[in-house]
């Protein structure tokens, strides 16, 4: 773990119009992760944070679940290659919640549960492939499925499917892969979606009744091509999508975006655009924890860079 010079904390500064005049948006860098320092990620994929800020992180590469402390040293990793308990193919999404880690493996179905000091517990099964989860409330969580099964699902801790939420204006298989996407949820239980493959970020209710639809890049959509016989879409509009302390949306957006992979644009819970930032280095996440500090990739994934987010009024 390094930390960054004086010169590195200069600010990544960029103006932002809000309603009625001029707002800076502000990410200081303050520290930064090297894996190839000190050979802790290899390729990390998911990240998630608890309240004393410790940092979590999927490994790709090594099959393994590794926890940081807020100043990103080191503490612990766990898991390997394998179907077993505690054991993965390829992990990617962790959520963190009430000293419980939620782990998604690209491979395998369900849901792996570790404490907050790594150490498995179980694995919720679940009838569906799951590619996104978070939490609506203590007891019920929000999963996405995995393109080609169907929507949002409301399950318990046992894994238990309580309903199903529908949404999007398309119907059928189309309609299923173009309304696939990343997502987070707010304290109201409302869900945001930022779509991989148009141009679209979504607000819905956890009954999947759609609130607003706002587009960065005139509504487009992918690009496609035949793949073995289907016409499938082969860009990505949206990679990722987080909330901060206030409920703003930050959305990283892909290859329609000036800067692909490292511009995030930053919406207010109602969906107005406040702005837009660029980060450094391109990023397939982002993440926020609840202090405001954001998280991105850096060094092709075997980095992370925390920045510390500031809002200031213009003069």
Same mark, same amino acid.
């Given at each position: 773990? +390094? +930390? ?25 860098? &303050? ?30 590469? @090594?099959?393994?679940? +590794? ?25 990617? +999404? ?8 939620? &782990?998604?493996?690209?491979? /395998?179905?369900?849901?792996?549960? #570790? ?33 080609? @099964?169907?929507? #949002? ?10 309903? %199903? ?39 819905? $209710?956890?009954?999947?009744?759609? &609130?607003?639809?706002?587009?960065? #890049? ?11 016989? %289907? ?6 509009? #949206? ?42 280095? /391109? ?18 994934? $075997? ?13």
């Amino acid at each position: 773990m +390094k +930390k960054t010079s004086a010169i590195q904390m200069l600010s990544i500064l960029i103006f932002a119009e809000i309603l009625s005049g001029q707002v800076n948006i502000q990410l200081e860098e &303050v520290m930064v992760v090297d894996g190839l320092e000190n050979e802790n990620i290899c390729q990390w994929a998911g990240i998630a944070t608890d309240d004393a800020g410790n940092i979590y992180l999927t490994d790709m590469m @090594e099959c393994s679940l +590794k926890k940081f402390n807020k100043h990103g040293e080191f503490i612990g990793q766990t898991g390997r290659l394998g179907q077993g308990p505690g054991e993965f193919q390829k992990p990617v +999404k962790v959520l963190y919640h009430n000293k419980r880690l939620y &782990v998604l493996d690209l491979f /395998a179905r369900g849901i792996s549960v #570790f404490t907050d000091d790594l150490e498995s517990r179980n694995k919720i099964l679940t009838e569906k492939m799951v590619s996104g989860i978070d939490v609506l409330d203590n007891d019920t969580f929000v999963c996405n499925c995995t393109v080609g @099964e169907s929507g #949002f699902f409301l399950c318990n801790v046992s894994g238990e499917i309580l309903s %199903h939420i529908q949404y999007g204006k398309e119907a059928g298989d189309e309609g299923l892969v173009l309304t696939a996407g990343d997502f987070t949820v707010d304290s109201g239980g409302n869900i945001f979606i930022a779509c991989l493959w148009k141009d679209s970020i979504i607000k819905i $209710t956890r009954e999947g009744n759609e &609130v607003w639809e706002r587009h960065c #890049f005139g509504n487009k959509r992918s690009e496609e091509k035949i793949i073995n016989g %289907h016409r499938l879409p082969v860009q990505m509009i #949206f990679k990722s999508i987080a909330h901060d302390s206030r409920e703003n949306l930050w959305v990283l957006a892909g290859a329609l975006s000036d800067h692909p992979s490292r511009d995030v644009y930053i919406l207010a819970p109602n969906g107005n655009k406040l702005g837009m930032i660029t980060l450094p280095e /391109a990023s397939h996440i982002i993440h926020i924890d609840n202090e405001d500090y954001l998280y991105s990739r850096a060094g092709q994934g $075997t980095a992370l860079k925390k920045f510390k987010i500031v809002w200031s009024k213009s003069g």
